[in-house]
């Protein structure tokens, strides 16, 4: 059983910087997508960006040039370099992971959920 774990949520300002963390364990195959979504109050959750264990990266385009999603395997842990954030990605962080490689950073495909963590931007 895969299990997520994540970490480093917090308050900041408009063009402030947060790191999330997401631990993992409980891999039984080498080949595995990891994914964060958001969902904000009243909102659909969405995709925010997806790495695999070859280390290709997918991001939605409201982040590209401000996250960055790596992976250190030593540590089995993914995170998201959140940087210049704006208000409008004030949600609620998950990290997901499915076995295989990514395609795409669909919520539905991905079987595993971490329990999430709050990032608040204030403007």
């Known amino acids: 059983q895969v299990q997520l774990v994540e970490s480093g949520g917090g308050s900041v300002q408009s063009g402030g910087s947060l790191r999330l963390s997401c631990a993992a364990s409980?891999?039984?195959?080498?080949?595995?997508?990891m994914g964060w979504f958001r969902q904000a109050p009243g909102k659909e959750r969405e995709g925010v960006a997806a790495?695999?264990?070859?280390?290709?990266?997918d991001y939605r385009d409201s982040v590209k040039g401000r996250f960055t999603i790596s992976q250190d395997n030593a540590k089995n842990t993914v995170y998201l370099q959140m940087n210049s954030l704006k208000p409008e990605d004030t949600a609620m962080y998950y990290c997901?992971?499915?076995?295989?490689?990514?395609?795409?950073?669909?919520?539905?495909?991905?079987?595993?959920w971490g329990q999430g963590t709050q990032v608040t931007v204030s403007s």
């Open positions: 997901a992971a499915h076995y295989g490689y990514c395609s795409g950073i669909v919520g539905r495909v991905f079987g595993y």
């Open positions: 409980g891999y039984t195959y080498p080949r595995y997508c």
């Open positions: 790495i695999d264990s070859g280390g290709s990266t």
